[in-house]
């Protein structure tokens, strides 16, 4: 009888333990799936030739996500920007796409070089980038700038802007035509580049 009990007990032990296992697993797996490449550290693929001679069409990139979590961007940064905004990400939606249950929002996010700051006020004359009235001194640029766009003008950034210009001045859609990015639009910064 005490035979049977313990054989009942192992038994128990041994389920509970398979069920501790289980979840612990599927714990690992949404951490992995969803809860690091959302908050902590994301690849992306470079696509398009507006940043280069930095970064090059089909680049991987390693993106920090919690960079801008502790620290606001510095000038001559990359990061990356959801210029049309973003919708907020939740594990319920993560999921329904994961099951299939939803579709997938495509979010054109831009990858660009910081330039202009909160409170500074950004203009291009000529070929050269004025800060606050000073000329800029960078090297970024991959040819001399020809299409100042709106930056034509002095641009005053809020508190909350910052001017962004793609390295490869000639082919890029950045803060010249599409405006200051707000920084609540701004999803990480780029910290590492494998080809």
């Known amino acids: 009888m005490q035979e049977e009990v313990m054989a009942k007990k192992a038994l128990g032990d041994k389920i509970r333990g398979v069920i501790c296992e289980i979840i612990l697993l599927c714990c690992a797996v949404i951490l992995g799936l969803y809860f690091i490449p959302t908050y902590v550290v994301q690849r992306t693929i470079i696509d398009g030739q507006s940043m280069e001679n930095s970064y090059h069409n089909g680049d991987n990139v390693i993106v920090s996500k919690f960079s801008y979590r502790i620290d606001d961007p510095e000038r001559f940064d990359v990061i990356t920007f959801y210029p049309f905004g973003k919708e907020k990400d939740s594990f319920g939606k993560f999921m329904q796409v994961k099951l299939g249950l939803r579709e997938k929002k495509k979010e054109d996010y831009y990858i660009k070089r910081v330039i202009g700051l909160p ?3 950004v203009q291009i004359r000529g070929a050269d980038i004025y800060i606050d009235g ?3 001194v960078e090297n970024y640029g991959k040819e001399p700038i020809e299409d100042v766009g709106i930056a034509g003008s ?3 950034l809020k508190d909350d802007e ?11 859609t950045d803060s010249r035509e599409i405006g200051p990015v ?3 639009t701004i999803s990480g910064k780029v910290v590492y580049n494998f080809k």
């Open 119 to 121: 409170g500074e006020t």
């Open 134 to 136: 000073e000329k800029l």
């Open 154 to 156: 002095p641009v005053k």
């Open 162 to 172: 910052y001017f962004v210009l793609g390295d490869n001045r000639g082919n890029s």
């Open 182 to 184: 707000k920084q609540e």
